[in-house]
């Protein structure tokens, strides 16, 4: 005589008529959070600079987005913004997504902006992780700042600085990383 199981087939169906419906629930939100994600700006990697050959330069996440290059400039082989467009964004970003601004700090004043290799920002600021060639963008700004990691030194309380520099790349406008001017050497922030 052959028994019959049937509390086995219907654990099996109750098991996979949950499992179907979770993996579609996991999926939508897996796809909504890539179009959330990409509509927000938030950091992707993106392509380095192209080389004379035609090559790819570098590639890998090279900072967040922030200064949208110049359809006249794409082919240069220096920056791809200028000048007024580093002025133009930084009177438009959303306090909030300026690196270390004290959260009751007003808009920060720019006093300079110079573009130059990141070999020679690296020498002034701090190792920038990009080819020495590239072209960057170094933007003195004076305010009201603070450095979420704490003091100058390890346990310090949290102090309020007045200058920090943003270094943008050249090439994609995205922002590379931040330094803190504290009196002794620069600290660089990515």
């Not at 309020?160 to 270094?167: F, M």
Request: a positive charge; glycine letters at 10%; aromatic letters at 6%.
């Amino acid at each position: 005589m052959k028994r019959s199981f049937p509390f086995v087939r219907s654990r099996r169906s109750a098991f996979l008529s949950l499992l179907l419906p979770a993996l579609a629930l996991v999926a939508i939100v897996m796809i909504g959070y890539t179009i959330q994600t990409t509509q927000a700006g938030i950091a992707h990697p993106t392509p380095g600079p192209i080389k004379p050959n035609g090559q790819q330069g570098y590639n890998g996440p090279l900072g967040l987005p922030a200064i949208k290059p110049r359809a006249d400039l794409a082919t240069s082989s220096g920056p791809r913004f200028t000048a007024a467009d580093v002025r133009q964004y930084l009177q438009t970003v959303p306090l909030d997504q300026i690196p270390n601004l004290a959260p009751d700090a007003t808009r920060p004043v720019i006093a300079s902006i110079q573009f130059m290799t990141a070999k020679a920002a690296g020498e002034q600021n701090g190792s920038l992780d990009v080819p020495d060639a590239t072209p960057v963008c170094v933007v003195s700004l004076t305010g009201s700042f603070v450095n979420a990691r704490g003091g100058a030194q390890p346990g310090e309380p949290t102090r309020v600085y007045h200058k920090e520099i943003l270094i943008f790349d050249g090439y994609t406008g995205n922002l590379l990383g931040s330094v803190d001017i504290w009196p002794g050497p620069p600290r660089m922030e990515a």
